[in-house]
């Protein structure tokens, strides 16, 4: 197998940090780092990788805490989608590839938890959902930024994709770490709302 992805649970707030990894490379990259950054190191030292690039899914925080730390060390560079007016080298935009060795990852723009949000499908195997898609949820709309209607159109289009790839959420807040388009098409009550309407109707009554 040449493609990896690593989830390491990080911080107080259950959030999963990953490297993503082409292992016959030794290439690969991290995707929000934010807190237990010696995780990450440990991890790349132990598997003898060199960290590209470091993805943002998108700039609250608790996702990005851990970028200048890494970016020193590592000297990966910042990606962060364009709508992001935090620091980075590389601005991204909606379909844009990401190469990393033989890693092929593909950007997918989807506002709504934030103006900046973005997914990422890993060689059509597996996307990183940040704080779009949780197993068995969403992620917030109430916030500064967010978007309850971009969020539902965002949901549609990731609800849309291969029913194979493996989901890997922002934050571990679902009954199991991982899940698949499938599974959260069956059983996630946020990708079964009929209508529009009917999706800003709960989220309103749920803020």
């Not at 707030?13 to 990259?29: P, R």
């Amino acid at each position: 197998m040449i493609m990896k992805i690593a989830q390491i649970p990080v911080g107080s707030m259950l959030n999963f940090s990953y490297i993503v990894y082409d292992e016959k490379n030794s290439i690969g990259a991290i995707i929000d780092p934010s807190w237990d950054l010696e995780k990450l190191l440990v991890f790349l030292e132990k598997n003898n990788i060199t960290a590209k690039y470091i993805i943002n899914t998108h700039t609250h925080f608790d996702h990005i805490l851990g970028n200048d730390h890494i970016s020193e060390i590592t000297k990966a560079k910042i990606i962060q989608h364009e709508k992001s007016t935090q620091k980075k080298e590389r601005s991204v935009v909606d379909h844009e590839n990401i190469s990393i060795g033989e890693l092929n990852l593909e950007v997918l723009y989807t506002p709504g938890h934030s103006e900046d949000s973005i997914c990422l499908i890993v060689n059509k195997e597996s996307i990183i959902t940040g704080d779009t898609l949780f197993v068995g949820n969403c992620g917030r709309v109430d916030l500064p930024g967010s978007n309850p209607e971009k969020m539902y159109v965002s949901l549609s289009k990731v609800a849309n994709l291969d029913d194979s790839l493996v989901v890997y959420p922002g934050h571990n807040y679902g009954s199991t770490p991982t899940s698949t388009i499938l599974n959260e098409k069956a059983n996630n009550p946020m990708l079964n709302f009929k209508t529009k309407e009917a999706f800003l109707k709960y989220m309103v009554n749920e803020d």
